[in-house]
């Protein structure tokens, strides 16, 4: 007879004694006592992989985070043994692994100081319920230690002190710390002694991370199943890191279209099709440059993806056509859900098929959302995407939509507990069955890539554009974002500034959140400010929730109009420095936005701020998160910094006052920069650009400035048809050189370039173009600092002949 019916409660087990170990081309197995198999993969000097097996037997090497296009590759792999410890030694690491208990501390090669340790390291608990394990890990937390990614969490940007989540959920209305949200990125960047690294732990299960919350000197993660897998990654910079973490993850598979860095206009929902066309002629009227309007589920039939209400939209091809003659590309919701009804093709198709998510038992997976009770597609098996990509034919090639915008693919379901699928739903993780407690959190990640490559077939030869609410780790190779439900409030500009910059330090730079805020309603005054922060998000949409007043550019008053249009209007001059901003991005994976700490890691005034950051890499914004604002404290990082506003010089490296009334907010040029800008256009491709300005801010000094250009769409430039010029700036007290470098084999229409010096510190006596001297009135404007010249100059040489 069996009597003992308590479990037995094991607890946190440990490996034990490395007794050991095998190497393999770049890939070390220790062995323990107690049958922990601990793999070390170098992937790059600075990139290292650690897996733990509590068995001796790894799972299948299988990732959607990881891309098959990261770099990999070192200089010097080598490793020592003495009675105490394994020492890996590359080019930028020394990895130190303890005999006695398989604890891993890390060193920068060079000088040689610790990076981090662990603190208990690696251990685990069995999980009677669902098999397999806890696994778990934790490191030493230093004094002045920081940290900072996590993609999409709405709290202060140095997590020091905070638990966190990875468990992608629907967040309607959410607040500040509301935790978890709709995207998990189990990645985050360390800061410590100037030096900073990152971890990412590849682990979809739902997963958490201490950061010196719990106990004030450890720093921990784990998460509910599977396997403790983690890369690490040095820097010692910290854009170095990210760009390290994005290579890992993988860059946005192609540059966007130049119309979606542009402003687009979402409600829920703008219908039929007399209201969109309302709102698009407004837009024309009022002379706001917008380039896309969005279409909420009320376009489709009783909410059923890839229908049209015919009542509402009773020709949507010649709809799309003419939103699009008058310069509007149509981007268009679609969920995840698919209704149960017989007489609907794609239900019917994919009962047919198999391809709707099933209970563990056997029944589908049957779930309340928009449409009422749904199946949903299990878009972790191929051949599901694959048809899932295919139902987009109609509505890209043949109506033309230019856009798809996916959400509730977290997946959100109505009125249960979880919002969500129970935990006991099958996938087929491509190939590899689980339940959703694995498959949850890269749910919306493998909808959004089947719905890119939709886009991608269907859309050719122009470049796809897609929107997603639910991201894991590696999902901006496919897809934009947003961050999902906010609420009309001073308090959620400020969480929608923290989460762009986060999302950018995530390596998620194309995200922005619903300018005016989706849930209520904005003042005048906060939609203003909203708009002066949204145009410096990659992705800039304003979109409500429809049922709490209009939240059209033109819905507060002539003044707040005037305003925004001012904005609207220089987000469209500043294109071509975005666009540029956007390739270093694509081509390097650098951050478009770079909160302070980013942008000087080494000044510890700016390991706690928030609210300052740099677009690009030469203009610095801070916005105005207050009512009432006549100006603001803030931070300006160290150098000389143009007021864009009134080109006054300031010296960085403090906190200052800012004035800044609602007609402006903080917006200061680095000085040095050459900053391109486009005329104002009313769409991109409005016009035919004949001269682009470069506003060049003098320095007593060099600096360098970039301008990528292409065709603004199509594939072009994967075969070289682009042009990338470096301007090279060097100021001396009376004279200003300018050299340019092109490279690339596009050759944009436009000839000139308009050359506008800002805080020239002489008169100009004499100008030189490639040595030689031109007659100073034919390339002068308006008789100011202005000169309009060939765009293919090799060196600009301005002088003050008084010396
Ligand atoms: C969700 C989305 C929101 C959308 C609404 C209706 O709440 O987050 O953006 O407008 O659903 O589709």
Known sequence: MITNTELEIIGNQFPSKIVSYEKHIDTFNFFTENGVTLKVTILRDSVIRFRYSTTGIFENDFSYAITKYANSGYDILEIEENDDQYEITTEKLICRIKKVNARISLFDAKDKTLIIDDEIGFHWEESYEHGGNVVKMSKKSRKGESYYGLGDKPTHLNLKGKRFQNWVTDSYAYGKDTDPLYKAIPFFTGLHAGKSYGIFFDNTFRSYFDFAHERKDVMSFWAQGGEMNYYFMYGPEMDKVVANYTDLTGKPHQMPPLWSLGFHQCKWSYYPESNVKEVTSKF?????????????????????????????????????????????????????????????????????????????????????????????????????????????????????????????????????????????????????????????????????????????????????????????????????????????????????????????????????????????????????????????????????????????????????????????????????????????????????????????????????????????????????????????????????????????????????????????????????SVIPKYPVQQYVGEKNIEEVTLDVYFKIGTEKSFLFDDAHDGYDYTKGKYSYRTFKLLGKEKQLIIQQHKSGRYDADYKLFKIKFHGLPFEIDKIQIDNVEIDFKKVKVNGDNTLIIDKDFTELHIFSEDK
């Not at 939709?454 to 030869?461: D, E, R, V």
């Not at 409500?544 to 001059?573: C, M, N």
Request: charged share 25%; hydrophobic share 35%.
């Open 284 to 672: 024309r009227e009022l002379q706001i440059p917008c380039d896309a309007i969005y279409l909420d589920i009320d376009y489709m039939e009783g909410f059923r993806c890839f229908t049209w209400n015919k009542e509402y939209f009773p020709d949507p091809k010649r709809m799309v056509k003419e939103l699009l003659d008058d310069g509007f590309k149509t981007v268009a919701i679609i969920d995840p859900g698919i209704k149960i009804d017989a007489d609907y093709n794609i239900f019917r198709e994919g009962l047919e098929k198999d391809y709707f998510c099933k209970r563990a038992d056997g029944p589908y997976m049957k779930g309340k959302v928009w449409p009422g009770q749904c199946y949903f597609p299990d878009f972790t098996n191929p051949e599901v995407r694959e048809w899932w990509s295919g139902l987009f034919k109609e509505l890209i090639e043949d109506i033309g939509v230019k856009g798809v915008w996916n959400d509730m693919n977290e997946p959100a379901v109505m009125e249960v507990p979880n919002k969500t699928f129970p935990n006991d739903v099958r996938h087929d993780y491509d190939g590899n069955p689980c339940s959703h407690r694995k498959a949850h959190n890269i749910y919306g990640m493998q909808m959004a890539r089947a719905t890119y490559q939709g886009l991608k077939k269907f859309a050719f030869p122009k470049r796809p554009f897609v929107i997603t609410r639910a991201a894991y780790s590696g999902t901006q190779r496919y897809t934009s974002s947003w961050t999902g439900d906010n609420v009309a409030s001073w308090e959620h500009l400020w969480i929608a500034n923290v989460q762009a910059q986060r999302m950018s330090m995530s390596g998620y730079s194309f995200a922005g959140s619903d300018i005016g805020g989706f849930a209520e309603q904005p003042e005048g005054e906060l939609f203003a400010r909203w708009i002066q922060l949204g145009i410096f998000h990659p992705f800039c949409r304003v979109h409500s929730s429809g049922d709490h007043g209009a939240q059209e550019p033109w819905a507060f008053g002539d003044e707040i109009t005037d305003i925004v249009r001012k904005f609207i209007e220089l987000r469209y001059q500043l294109l071509p420095y975005l666009y540029t901003a956007f390739w270093h991005y694509f081509n390097d994976g650098v951050p478009i936005l770079k909160s302070m700490v980013m942008y000087d890691q080494e000044d510890i005034q700016t390991h706690y701020r928030t609210d300052e950051f740099v677009f690009g890499d030469k203009i610095l914004v801070c916005p105005i998160l207050e009512p009432n604002s006549k100006g603001r404290r803030m931070y300006v990082p160290k150098g000389d910094w143009f007021n864009m506003w009134n080109d006054e010089v300031v010296e960085g490296g403090k906190e200052m006052w800012v004035s800044s009334d609602i007609e402006t907010m903080p917006i200061f040029i680095k000085s040095g």
